[in-house]
């Protein structure tokens, strides 16, 4: 379970478990912590076009989560895989209001592919999810998430309220570098 919201980093692979062998020597050496908790791993997405994929999330309760996914082939994640190569696919942040978030970042003016839509799994009813462009972030596709957990059962789990904002004073305010824009 991420420490923060900033939860993961998502990377397309063409083999999950090669990437899970490599990825266990870099930890072993640079981050043995996240080697300590049970590795999460789905071994079919059954949503959407990209139905058919795999992946798996080295669990991190210190820090930021390394996740891989292998789209199944002639999915549109598939067909990026083969004309990109192996790559970081996203950042992923988690909220406990997935729609209100896209909200405000859509009044912030920001790319969201799809006008900000929500997805939800039907295989994890709570999990929403939505994406913000890599117009506006300089190149990064942004995954806005439901929080979760794992329990070290291989699952994730919803964890509501983990990371919830509770006000001013909670944390640093930098909105005197970037104003928030003002409601027409």
Known sequence: MPSGPFAHV????????????DWTKILRVLDPASLEERLVKYDEFSSGDDAGMKWATFVNNGGTEIQFIQPAPGTPMGDRLEKVGEHVHHLCYSTDDVPGAMEKL????????????????PDMTWQKWSWVGHKSTHGALIEVASPYESRNDGKWHHAPGKFAYKGPGEHPCFSEIVPPVAAE
């Open 106 to 121: 859509k009044a912030e003016g920001l790319h969201l592919p799809g006008g900000g839509q929500t997805f939800n799994d």
């Open 10 to 21: 998502c990377m397309v692979v063409r083999d999950l478990d090669k990437a899970i062998e």
